[in-house]
Protein backbone atom coordinates (compact mmCIF):
# COMPACT_ATOMS: atom_id res chain seq x y z
CA UNK A 1 0.00 0.00 0.00
CA UNK A 2 1.21 3.56 -1.04
CA UNK A 3 -0.15 6.85 0.01
CA UNK A 4 -0.08 6.11 3.75
CA UNK A 5 2.59 6.92 6.24
CA UNK A 6 4.92 4.07 8.07
CA UNK A 7 4.56 4.51 12.17
CA UNK A 8 8.04 5.45 13.97
CA UNK A 9 7.35 4.58 17.79
CA UNK A 10 9.87 5.68 20.46
CA UNK A 11 9.25 5.47 23.92
CA UNK A 12 10.57 7.56 26.20
CA UNK A 13 10.17 6.95 30.28
CA UNK A 14 9.60 9.55 32.99
CA UNK A 15 10.67 9.72 36.63
CA UNK A 16 9.56 11.94 39.35
CA UNK A 17 13.27 12.98 40.94
CA UNK A 18 12.20 11.73 44.39
CA UNK A 19 12.11 8.22 42.80
CA UNK A 20 15.09 6.41 41.79
CA UNK A 21 15.56 7.32 38.31
CA UNK A 22 16.79 3.71 37.67
CA UNK A 23 13.32 2.00 38.01
CA UNK A 24 12.20 3.86 35.40
CA UNK A 25 15.22 3.08 33.51
CA UNK A 26 14.83 -1.06 33.94
CA UNK A 27 11.03 -0.60 33.18
CA UNK A 28 11.49 1.28 30.04
CA UNK A 29 14.55 -1.43 29.08
CA UNK A 30 11.44 -4.07 29.97
CA UNK A 31 9.02 -2.51 28.02
CA UNK A 32 11.21 -2.36 24.63
CA UNK A 33 11.96 -5.97 25.64
CA UNK A 34 8.65 -6.89 25.55
CA UNK A 35 7.64 -5.02 22.92
CA UNK A 36 10.93 -7.10 20.35
CA UNK A 37 9.02 -9.74 21.48
CA UNK A 38 5.57 -9.55 19.56
CA UNK A 39 7.13 -7.76 16.62
CA UNK A 40 6.32 -4.66 17.72
CA UNK A 41 9.50 -1.90 16.25
CA UNK A 42 9.67 0.60 19.36
CA UNK A 43 13.00 2.82 19.25
CA UNK A 44 14.00 3.39 23.06
CA UNK A 45 14.61 7.05 23.51
CA UNK A 46 17.57 7.04 26.07
CA UNK A 47 17.10 10.50 27.76
CA UNK A 48 14.62 9.62 30.82
CA UNK A 49 12.59 12.80 31.96
CA UNK A 50 12.82 14.45 35.07
CA UNK A 51 12.56 17.87 34.52
CA UNK A 52 11.55 20.18 31.48
CA UNK A 53 15.30 20.60 30.35
CA UNK A 54 15.14 16.96 30.09
CA UNK A 55 11.70 16.69 28.41
CA UNK A 56 13.22 19.26 25.38
CA UNK A 57 16.12 16.82 25.00
CA UNK A 58 14.14 13.97 24.96
CA UNK A 59 11.71 14.76 22.39
CA UNK A 60 15.05 16.16 20.30
CA UNK A 61 15.97 12.86 20.69
CA UNK A 62 12.91 10.95 19.58
CA UNK A 63 12.78 13.27 16.23
CA UNK A 64 16.48 13.00 15.45
CA UNK A 65 15.97 9.10 15.38
CA UNK A 66 13.19 9.65 13.06
CA UNK A 67 10.36 8.72 15.56
CA UNK A 68 6.60 10.08 14.17
CA UNK A 69 4.70 8.69 17.40
CA UNK A 70 5.66 8.43 20.97
CA UNK A 71 4.73 6.35 23.88
CA UNK A 72 5.29 8.08 27.19
CA UNK A 73 6.19 5.70 29.91
CA UNK A 74 5.85 6.59 33.60
CA UNK A 75 8.06 3.90 35.21
CA UNK A 76 7.47 5.68 38.62
CA UNK A 77 5.31 8.10 39.46
CA UNK A 78 6.54 10.75 37.01
CA UNK A 79 6.83 14.73 37.11
CA UNK A 80 3.67 16.22 36.08
CA UNK A 81 4.72 19.12 33.88
CA UNK A 82 7.65 17.91 32.09
CA UNK A 83 5.56 14.56 31.50
CA UNK A 84 2.65 16.15 29.78
CA UNK A 85 4.34 19.20 27.73
CA UNK A 86 5.95 16.02 25.73
CA UNK A 87 2.59 15.98 23.82
CA UNK A 88 2.88 19.51 23.06
CA UNK A 89 6.48 19.94 21.83
CA UNK A 90 6.55 16.21 20.13
CA UNK A 91 4.04 16.95 16.98
CA UNK A 92 2.94 13.50 16.76
CA UNK A 93 1.04 11.13 18.65
CA UNK A 94 1.32 10.58 21.89
CA UNK A 95 0.78 7.13 23.96
CA UNK A 96 0.47 7.61 27.70
CA UNK A 97 0.80 4.44 30.20
CA UNK A 98 2.38 3.47 33.09
CA UNK A 99 4.30 0.53 34.81
CA UNK A 100 2.06 -1.93 37.27
CA UNK A 101 4.35 -2.85 40.51
CA UNK A 102 5.92 -6.25 40.79
CA UNK A 103 9.05 -6.14 39.31
CA UNK A 104 11.16 -5.34 42.73
CA UNK A 105 10.54 -4.81 46.40
CA UNK A 106 7.79 -2.44 47.71
CA UNK A 107 10.21 0.09 49.36
CA UNK A 108 13.26 1.04 46.87
CA UNK A 109 11.35 -0.86 43.90
CA UNK A 110 7.81 1.21 44.16
CA UNK A 111 6.77 3.45 41.47
CA UNK A 112 3.23 4.76 42.33
CA UNK A 113 2.86 5.20 38.59
CA UNK A 114 -0.85 3.87 39.17
CA UNK A 115 -1.05 7.28 41.23
CA UNK A 116 1.05 9.55 38.88
CA UNK A 117 -1.28 8.76 36.00
CA UNK A 118 -3.77 10.00 37.63
CA UNK A 119 -1.99 13.49 38.16
CA UNK A 120 -0.78 13.47 34.38
CA UNK A 121 -4.21 12.64 32.78
CA UNK A 122 -5.47 16.01 34.72
CA UNK A 123 -2.67 18.18 33.51
CA UNK A 124 -2.96 16.89 29.90
CA UNK A 125 -6.46 18.02 30.50
CA UNK A 126 -5.58 21.37 32.00
CA UNK A 127 -3.43 22.25 29.09
CA UNK A 128 -5.81 20.61 26.33
CA UNK A 129 -3.02 18.35 24.87
CA UNK A 130 -4.15 15.79 22.87
CA UNK A 131 -2.71 12.66 23.89
CA UNK A 132 -4.27 8.71 24.02
CA UNK A 133 -4.36 7.32 27.49
CA UNK A 134 -5.76 3.06 26.62
CA UNK A 135 -8.60 1.59 28.66
CA UNK A 136 -5.63 -1.05 30.53
CA UNK A 137 -3.04 1.77 30.61
CA UNK A 138 -1.10 0.08 33.84
CA UNK A 139 0.82 -2.77 33.57
CA UNK A 140 3.62 -5.12 33.06
CA UNK A 141 6.10 -4.81 30.49
CA UNK A 142 4.39 -7.65 28.73
CA UNK A 143 1.12 -5.86 29.16
CA UNK A 144 2.20 -2.35 27.56
CA UNK A 145 3.85 -3.51 24.63
CA UNK A 146 0.26 -5.18 23.56
CA UNK A 147 -0.87 -1.36 24.34
CA UNK A 148 1.70 -0.03 22.10
CA UNK A 149 0.79 -2.34 19.42
CA UNK A 150 -2.99 -1.71 20.12
CA UNK A 151 -2.09 2.05 19.27
CA UNK A 152 0.36 1.50 16.00
CA UNK A 153 -2.74 1.31 13.72
CA UNK A 154 -4.68 4.80 15.07
CA UNK A 155 -1.25 6.34 15.37
CA UNK A 156 -1.52 5.81 11.79
CA UNK A 157 -3.85 7.02 10.38
CA UNK A 158 -3.31 10.44 12.74
CA UNK A 159 0.05 11.03 11.45
CA UNK A 160 -1.85 10.48 7.98
CA UNK A 161 -4.69 12.98 8.39
CA UNK A 162 -1.92 15.26 9.11
CA UNK A 163 -0.56 14.96 5.91
CA UNK A 164 -3.63 14.73 4.00
CA UNK A 165 -4.96 16.70 1.18
CA UNK A 166 -8.72 15.78 0.15
CA UNK A 167 -8.94 16.87 -4.11
CA UNK A 168 -12.43 17.20 -5.24
CA UNK A 169 -13.88 17.69 -8.47
CA UNK A 170 -17.79 18.87 -9.37
CA UNK A 171 -20.69 19.92 -6.54
CA UNK A 172 -22.76 17.15 -5.26
CA UNK A 173 -25.66 15.51 -7.92
CA UNK A 174 -28.70 17.43 -7.57
CA UNK A 175 -30.66 15.20 -5.09
CA UNK A 176 -27.50 14.49 -3.31
CA UNK A 177 -27.22 16.74 -0.49
CA UNK A 178 -26.59 14.19 1.89
CA UNK A 179 -22.80 13.96 0.54
CA UNK A 180 -22.63 17.93 1.41
CA UNK A 181 -21.32 18.86 4.76
CA UNK A 182 -19.49 21.56 6.28
CA UNK A 183 -15.23 21.49 5.32
CA UNK A 184 -14.83 23.21 8.53
CA UNK A 185 -13.99 19.73 10.64
CA UNK A 186 -12.05 18.91 8.02
CA UNK A 187 -9.49 21.74 9.50
CA UNK A 188 -10.46 21.10 13.06
CA UNK A 189 -8.66 17.53 11.91
CA UNK A 190 -5.46 19.32 10.30
CA UNK A 191 -6.80 18.18 6.72
CA UNK A 192 -6.46 20.26 3.79
CA UNK A 193 -8.96 20.18 1.08
CA UNK A 194 -8.58 21.53 -2.90
CA UNK A 195 -11.99 21.90 -4.35
CA UNK A 196 -11.89 21.93 -8.85
CA UNK A 197 -14.42 21.81 -11.25
CA UNK A 198 -15.06 18.84 -13.15
CA UNK A 199 -13.81 21.12 -16.12
CA UNK A 200 -10.73 21.07 -14.51
CA UNK A 201 -10.30 17.45 -14.45
CA UNK A 202 -11.68 17.44 -17.99
CA UNK A 203 -9.13 19.43 -19.10
CA UNK A 204 -6.75 17.45 -17.58
CA UNK A 205 -7.71 14.62 -19.09
CA UNK A 206 -7.39 15.96 -22.81
CA UNK A 207 -3.94 16.66 -22.14
CA UNK A 208 -3.09 13.28 -20.87
CA UNK A 209 -4.43 12.09 -24.66
CA UNK A 210 -1.42 9.65 -26.50
CA UNK A 211 0.59 9.57 -22.92
CA UNK A 212 2.86 6.64 -23.74
CA UNK A 213 2.32 5.44 -20.23
CA UNK A 214 -1.43 4.26 -21.17
CA UNK A 215 -0.06 0.57 -22.77
CA UNK A 216 1.86 0.29 -19.93
CA UNK A 217 -1.59 0.87 -17.36
CA UNK A 218 -4.05 -0.83 -20.09
CA UNK A 219 -1.35 -4.09 -19.75
CA UNK A 220 -2.26 -3.70 -16.09
CA UNK A 221 -5.75 -3.71 -16.26
CA UNK A 222 -6.07 -6.33 -18.55
CA UNK A 223 -3.87 -8.70 -16.38
CA UNK A 224 -5.50 -7.67 -13.26
CA UNK A 225 -9.22 -8.43 -14.94
CA UNK A 226 -8.49 -11.33 -16.97
CA UNK A 227 -9.00 -11.77 -20.53
CA UNK A 228 -13.11 -11.71 -21.09
CA UNK A 229 -13.33 -9.98 -18.09
CA UNK A 230 -13.05 -5.70 -19.44
CA UNK A 231 -13.73 -4.00 -22.92
CA UNK A 232 -10.92 -3.75 -24.59
CA UNK A 233 -11.68 -1.01 -26.58
CA UNK A 234 -12.79 1.22 -23.21
CA UNK A 235 -8.85 0.51 -21.78
CA UNK A 236 -7.07 2.92 -23.15
CA UNK A 237 -9.64 6.23 -21.95
CA UNK A 238 -9.77 4.31 -18.16
CA UNK A 239 -5.81 4.32 -18.37
CA UNK A 240 -6.15 7.89 -19.37
CA UNK A 241 -7.99 8.81 -16.82
CA UNK A 242 -5.66 6.96 -13.83
CA UNK A 243 -2.69 8.78 -15.59
CA UNK A 244 -4.93 11.99 -15.09
CA UNK A 245 -5.56 11.22 -11.39
CA UNK A 246 -1.95 9.98 -10.31
CA UNK A 247 -0.58 13.18 -11.96
CA UNK A 248 -3.19 15.73 -10.41
CA UNK A 249 -2.14 14.22 -7.33
CA UNK A 250 1.10 14.37 -7.87
CA UNK A 251 1.33 18.13 -8.32
CA UNK A 252 -1.10 19.29 -6.47
CA UNK A 253 -0.24 17.81 -2.94
CA UNK A 254 2.11 20.79 -2.28
CA UNK A 255 2.94 21.16 1.27
CA UNK A 256 0.99 17.55 2.23
CA UNK A 257 2.31 14.13 2.10
CA UNK A 258 -0.78 12.18 1.32
CA UNK A 259 -4.09 12.89 -1.17
CA UNK A 260 -7.71 11.43 -1.41
CA UNK A 261 -10.57 12.03 -4.15
CA UNK A 262 -13.60 13.11 -3.55
CA UNK A 263 -15.33 13.31 -7.41
CA UNK A 264 -18.25 13.46 -9.10
CA UNK A 265 -18.94 10.68 -11.31
CA UNK A 266 -22.39 11.89 -12.54
CA UNK A 267 -24.87 12.45 -14.32
CA UNK A 268 -22.23 15.03 -16.74
CA UNK A 269 -19.34 12.79 -16.42
CA UNK A 270 -19.86 9.96 -18.85
CA UNK A 271 -20.99 11.93 -21.76
CA UNK A 272 -17.84 14.18 -21.39
CA UNK A 273 -15.18 11.86 -20.57
CA UNK A 274 -16.79 8.86 -22.20
CA UNK A 275 -17.55 5.89 -19.54
CA UNK A 276 -18.02 5.86 -16.14
CA UNK A 277 -15.07 6.23 -13.54
CA UNK A 278 -15.69 3.39 -11.30
CA UNK A 279 -13.21 0.71 -12.08
CA UNK A 280 -10.30 3.57 -12.13
CA UNK A 281 -11.74 4.41 -8.71
CA UNK A 282 -11.51 1.21 -7.42
CA UNK A 283 -8.25 0.54 -8.48
CA UNK A 284 -6.56 3.61 -6.87
CA UNK A 285 -8.25 2.94 -2.97
CA UNK A 286 -6.76 -0.70 -3.53
CA UNK A 287 -3.38 1.34 -3.60
CA UNK A 288 -4.38 3.61 -0.43
CA UNK A 289 -5.42 6.44 -2.20
CA UNK A 290 -9.23 6.47 -2.47
CA UNK A 291 -11.91 7.93 -4.76
CA UNK A 292 -15.02 8.64 -3.11
CA UNK A 293 -18.01 8.50 -5.25
CA UNK A 294 -20.28 11.67 -6.14
CA UNK A 295 -18.20 14.33 -4.33
CA UNK A 296 -18.67 12.51 -0.73
CA UNK A 297 -15.76 14.71 1.10
CA UNK A 298 -16.28 13.08 4.64
CA UNK A 299 -16.44 9.47 2.13
CA UNK A 300 -13.23 9.85 1.12
CA UNK A 301 -11.82 10.87 4.59
CA UNK A 302 -13.09 8.01 6.13
CA UNK A 303 -11.69 5.80 3.13
CA UNK A 304 -8.62 6.90 4.17
CA UNK A 305 -8.50 6.60 7.67
CA UNK A 306 -9.69 2.81 6.45
CA UNK A 307 -6.85 2.35 4.37
CA UNK A 308 -4.12 3.72 7.49
CA UNK A 309 -5.83 1.87 9.96
CA UNK A 310 -5.39 -1.69 8.10
CA UNK A 311 -3.18 -1.09 5.53
CA UNK A 312 -5.59 -2.67 3.07
CA UNK A 313 -7.64 -2.01 0.38
CA UNK A 314 -11.15 -0.15 1.42
CA UNK A 315 -14.18 0.62 -0.14
CA UNK A 316 -17.67 3.11 0.27
CA UNK A 317 -20.92 1.62 -0.25
CA UNK A 318 -24.58 2.66 -0.29
CA UNK A 319 -26.53 1.25 2.87
CA UNK A 320 -28.34 0.26 0.27
CA UNK A 321 -31.39 -2.17 0.38
CA UNK A 322 -33.07 -4.66 2.60
CA UNK A 323 -32.53 -8.65 1.80
CA UNK A 324 -35.28 -10.12 0.81
CA UNK A 325 -37.41 -12.10 3.29
CA UNK A 326 -36.98 -15.09 0.41
CA UNK A 327 -33.18 -15.19 -0.07
CA UNK A 328 -32.98 -14.43 3.63
CA UNK A 329 -34.56 -18.17 4.12
CA UNK A 330 -32.90 -19.83 1.91
CA UNK A 331 -29.33 -18.95 2.68
CA UNK A 332 -29.14 -17.29 5.89
CA UNK A 333 -31.97 -18.45 8.04
CA UNK A 334 -30.36 -21.58 10.33
CA UNK A 335 -27.08 -20.82 8.77
CA UNK A 336 -25.93 -17.87 10.64
CA UNK A 337 -26.90 -16.31 13.75
CA UNK A 338 -28.33 -13.39 11.84
CA UNK A 339 -32.11 -12.16 11.95
CA UNK A 340 -33.41 -10.77 9.02
CA UNK A 341 -33.25 -7.64 10.48
CA UNK A 342 -29.54 -7.99 11.01
CA UNK A 343 -28.42 -8.15 7.09
CA UNK A 344 -28.79 -5.67 4.85
CA UNK A 345 -27.42 -5.18 0.83
CA UNK A 346 -24.42 -3.08 0.56
CA UNK A 347 -24.40 -1.96 -2.72
CA UNK A 348 -22.00 1.21 -5.39
CA UNK A 349 -21.97 0.93 -8.86
CA UNK A 350 -18.63 -0.82 -9.20
CA UNK A 351 -15.63 0.94 -7.23
CA UNK A 352 -14.76 -1.87 -4.57
CA UNK A 353 -11.30 -3.32 -5.53
CA UNK A 354 -11.12 -6.13 -7.33
CA UNK A 355 -9.08 -8.22 -4.74
CA UNK A 356 -12.51 -7.78 -2.78
CA UNK A 357 -14.74 -9.13 -4.86
CA UNK A 358 -15.58 -12.93 -5.94
CA UNK A 359 -14.08 -14.16 -8.98
CA UNK A 360 -16.98 -13.79 -11.28
CA UNK A 361 -16.16 -9.87 -11.11
CA UNK A 362 -16.07 -7.71 -14.62
CA UNK A 363 -15.70 -4.38 -15.95
CA UNK A 364 -19.30 -4.01 -16.97
CA UNK A 365 -22.14 -0.92 -17.22
CA UNK A 366 -24.22 0.95 -15.06
CA UNK A 367 -27.57 -0.16 -15.45
CA UNK A 368 -28.91 3.07 -14.23
CA UNK A 369 -26.76 5.85 -15.89
CA UNK A 370 -27.52 3.53 -19.07
CA UNK A 371 -30.84 4.21 -18.62
CA UNK A 372 -30.89 7.85 -18.30
CA UNK A 373 -28.33 8.15 -20.64
CA UNK A 374 -28.49 5.89 -23.74
CA UNK A 375 -30.84 5.31 -25.78
CA UNK A 376 -33.45 2.54 -25.35
CA UNK A 377 -32.55 -0.90 -26.38
CA UNK A 378 -29.07 0.59 -27.79
CA UNK A 379 -25.74 -1.31 -26.56
CA UNK A 380 -24.12 0.21 -22.89
CA UNK A 381 -20.96 3.00 -24.42
CA UNK A 382 -20.69 5.88 -22.41
CA UNK A 383 -22.36 3.76 -19.31
CA UNK A 384 -19.72 1.41 -19.43
CA UNK A 385 -16.50 1.46 -17.02
CA UNK A 386 -17.77 -0.14 -13.49
CA UNK A 387 -16.45 -3.27 -11.84
CA UNK A 388 -19.40 -5.54 -10.95
CA UNK A 389 -20.13 -8.49 -9.04
CA UNK A 390 -20.25 -10.08 -5.63
CA UNK A 391 -18.20 -9.05 -2.88
CA UNK A 392 -16.13 -11.54 -1.29
CA UNK A 393 -17.00 -13.51 1.94
CA UNK A 394 -15.38 -11.40 4.99
CA UNK A 395 -14.98 -9.75 8.14
CA UNK A 396 -15.49 -5.98 8.05
CA UNK A 397 -16.24 -2.86 9.71
CA UNK A 398 -18.54 -1.03 8.39
CA UNK A 399 -17.66 3.31 9.72
CA UNK A 400 -17.84 6.90 8.81
CA UNK A 401 -16.48 10.06 10.05
CA UNK A 402 -18.53 13.32 9.49
CA UNK A 403 -19.38 16.62 9.98
CA UNK A 404 -22.89 17.15 10.65
CA UNK A 405 -25.20 20.35 9.39
CA UNK A 406 -24.37 22.07 12.72
CA UNK A 407 -20.22 21.86 12.06
CA UNK A 408 -20.14 18.77 14.86
CA UNK A 409 -17.82 15.96 14.23
CA UNK A 410 -19.14 12.81 14.76
CA UNK A 411 -18.60 9.07 14.23
CA UNK A 412 -19.85 5.76 13.79
CA UNK A 413 -18.24 2.03 14.05
CA UNK A 414 -20.22 -1.39 13.61
CA UNK A 415 -18.01 -4.43 13.17
CA UNK A 416 -19.77 -7.19 11.20
CA UNK A 417 -19.65 -9.38 7.84
CA UNK A 418 -20.19 -9.72 4.29
CA UNK A 419 -22.29 -13.40 3.92
CA UNK A 420 -21.48 -15.81 1.44
CA UNK A 421 -24.69 -15.41 -0.19
CA UNK A 422 -25.59 -14.74 -4.24
CA UNK A 423 -27.05 -11.37 -4.17
CA UNK A 424 -28.19 -11.70 -7.99
CA UNK A 425 -28.23 -8.33 -8.14
CA UNK A 426 -26.38 -5.42 -10.14
CA UNK A 427 -23.45 -3.64 -9.32
CA UNK A 428 -20.73 -4.11 -6.45
CA UNK A 429 -22.45 -5.59 -4.03
CA UNK A 430 -22.85 -7.71 -0.96
CA UNK A 431 -24.88 -9.43 1.73
CA UNK A 432 -23.87 -7.86 5.07
CA UNK A 433 -24.75 -8.74 8.07
CA UNK A 434 -24.06 -6.51 11.42
CA UNK A 435 -26.05 -7.80 14.85
CA UNK A 436 -28.75 -5.52 15.48
CA UNK A 437 -28.27 -3.58 12.64
CA UNK A 438 -31.99 -2.23 12.75
CA UNK A 439 -31.80 -1.08 15.59
CA UNK A 440 -28.20 0.72 14.83
CA UNK A 441 -29.90 2.07 11.15
CA UNK A 442 -32.56 3.82 13.17
CA UNK A 443 -31.58 4.74 16.41
CA UNK A 444 -27.57 6.12 15.28
CA UNK A 445 -27.65 6.25 11.28
CA UNK A 446 -31.53 7.73 11.09
CA UNK A 447 -31.55 9.39 14.31
CA UNK A 448 -28.32 11.26 13.83
CA UNK A 449 -28.76 12.38 10.34
CA UNK A 450 -25.69 10.32 8.52
CA UNK A 451 -25.62 9.97 5.08
CA UNK A 452 -26.46 7.02 3.03
CA UNK A 453 -22.61 6.05 2.20
CA UNK A 454 -20.54 4.00 4.58
CA UNK A 455 -16.72 3.63 4.71
CA UNK A 456 -16.40 -0.86 4.45
CA UNK A 457 -12.65 -1.93 6.21
CA UNK A 458 -12.54 -5.66 5.09
CA UNK A 459 -11.30 -6.51 8.69
CA UNK A 460 -12.54 -6.68 12.48
CA UNK A 461 -10.96 -2.56 13.32
CA UNK A 462 -13.80 -1.23 15.62
CA UNK A 463 -11.47 -0.88 18.12
CA UNK A 464 -8.38 0.92 16.48
CA UNK A 465 -10.95 3.39 14.45
CA UNK A 466 -12.89 4.05 18.51
CA UNK A 467 -9.31 4.24 19.69
CA UNK A 468 -8.36 6.83 17.02
CA UNK A 469 -11.58 8.78 16.95
CA UNK A 470 -11.78 9.16 20.68
CA UNK A 471 -7.98 10.62 20.43
CA UNK A 472 -8.95 13.29 18.03
CA UNK A 473 -11.52 14.49 20.37
CA UNK A 474 -14.43 13.09 18.34
CA UNK A 475 -17.38 13.89 21.19
CA UNK A 476 -19.97 11.39 19.73
CA UNK A 477 -18.43 8.22 18.87
CA UNK A 478 -21.98 5.99 18.02
CA UNK A 479 -21.71 1.78 17.43
CA UNK A 480 -24.39 -1.45 17.30
CA UNK A 481 -25.71 -1.68 21.00
CA UNK A 482 -26.71 -4.83 21.69
CA UNK A 483 -30.07 -6.37 23.02
CA UNK A 484 -30.78 -5.06 26.54
CA UNK A 485 -28.48 -1.81 25.86
CA UNK A 486 -31.29 0.57 24.78
CA UNK A 487 -30.25 3.62 22.93
CA UNK A 488 -31.07 7.69 24.23
CA UNK A 489 -33.87 7.08 22.07
CA UNK A 490 -35.18 3.90 21.95
CA UNK A 491 -38.71 3.67 23.29
CA UNK A 492 -38.81 1.82 26.35
CA UNK A 493 -41.93 0.73 26.28
CA UNK A 494 -41.22 -1.07 22.61
Not at 86 to 100: D, E
Not at 106 to 118: E, M, T
Not at 348 to 358: E, F, L
Amino acid sequence: MGNIPDVKMGLVAVSRDCFPIALSERRRAAAVAACAQIGVDVCEVKKTVENEADMRAAVAEAREKGCNALTVFLGNFGPETPETLIAKYFHGPCLYVAAAEGDGDLIDGRGDAYCGLLNCSYNLGMRKLRAFIPESPVGSAEEIAQRIRDFVPAARAAIGLRGLKIISFGPRPQDFFACNAPIKGLYELGVEIEENSELDLLVSFREHAGDPRIADVMADMAQEMGEGKYYPDLNERLAQYELTLLDWAESHKGARSYVAFANKCWPAFPGSFGFVPCYVNSRLSSRGMPVSCEVDIYGALSEYIGACVTQDAVTLLDINNTVPPALYEKEIAGKTPYALTDTFMGFHCGNTPSRKMCEGRAIKYQVIQHRVLEPEGSEPDISRGTIEGDIAASDITFYRLQCDSEGALRAYVAEGEVLPVPTGSFGGIGVFAIKEMGRFYRHVLIEKRYPHHGAVAFAHCGKALFDLFRYLGVPDIAYNRPAGLPYPTENPFG
